[in-house]
């Protein structure tokens, strides 16, 4: 069964630091993997979504990469911002069409 | 466009009793997913609708849950003989094809007392 591990589990960093928030997977067969953000009491937000065929995608001040030979993706944010405060999910897609998730990164930006 | 709704937002029921909640998907979204969330957990799989039909149950708990979407589109999950260990949050995607992004709606968050 595929495991997916997000590491770290929090992180606080002050407001305009660049920070890397790391997710691996244990079964590399994966369709694509997919980064969302959860605000508290809310539901999942899609950023960034990775076929298993590319390197990496980038959205605004988001960058995620993907190797999927090692099971390792990082989620890359430039110039944190406090409204950037939430928890981020890594989910890998199988060709079973269900997403596996991480337990995420809760992240805390301080102005 | 509308997004994923899920009702109710929140539901509170006894310990043994029927539940039942709602998913509205994106409009022409083929494939429609179930998920569960627990407190300080990643959501985690339930079950999987390829249009009418539940193309991948493997998800679900046991026998007191079920889930339809008998015309496609709105599914319903059901939960009967409800027990504590059922509180959490449901969620509910959609995706145009399988294998493509997945919606996520807001959630109902149900709590068996």
């Known amino acids: 069964k595929q495991e997916v591990t997000q590491i770290p589990a929090a992180l606080s960093v002050p407001e305009g630091e660049n920070l890397v928030l790391n997710c691996s997977f244990t079964d590399s067969a994966i369709y694509n993997l997919q980064w969302f953000r959860q605000d508290p009491g809310k539901g999942l937000t899609s950023l960034l979504l990775i076929q298993s065929s590319q390197r990496e995608q980038t959205s605004g001040r988001l960058n995620a990469s993907l190797d999927k030979s090692s099971g390792r993706s990082t989620l890359y944010i430039a110039a944190s911002q406090p409204g950037d405060s939430a928890t981020y999910l890594c989910?890998?897609?199988?060709?079973?069409?269900?997403?596996?998730f991480g337990t995420g990164t809760r992240l805390t930006v301080i102005p | 466009g509308a997004g994923v709704s899920q009702t109710p937002s929140n539901k509170v029921t006894e310990k043994g009793k029927y539940v039942e909640l709602r998913c509205d998907p994106i409009?022409?979204?083929?494939?429609l997913y179930w998920y569960r969330q627990s407190l300080g957990q990643g959501p985690e799989f339930l079950i999987y609708?390829?249009?009418?039909?539940?193309?991948?149950d493997s998800g679900l708990p046991n026998d007191r849950f079920f889930a339809v979407r008998p015309e496609g589109s709105v599914s319903t999950l059901k939960i009967q003989r409800t027990e504590r260990g059922d509180s959490a949050v449901y969620l509910c995607?959609?995706?145009?094809?399988?294998?493509?992004?997945?919606?996520f709606g807001p959630g109902t968050r149900l709590t068996v007392t």
């Open positions: 609708f390829q249009g009418t039909g539940a193309a991948d």
């Open positions: 409009s022409g979204h083929t494939a």
């Open positions: 989910a890998v897609q199988t060709g079973a069409n269900n997403l596996f």
């Open positions: 995607a959609s995706s145009q094809q399988p294998g493509n992004e997945q919606y």
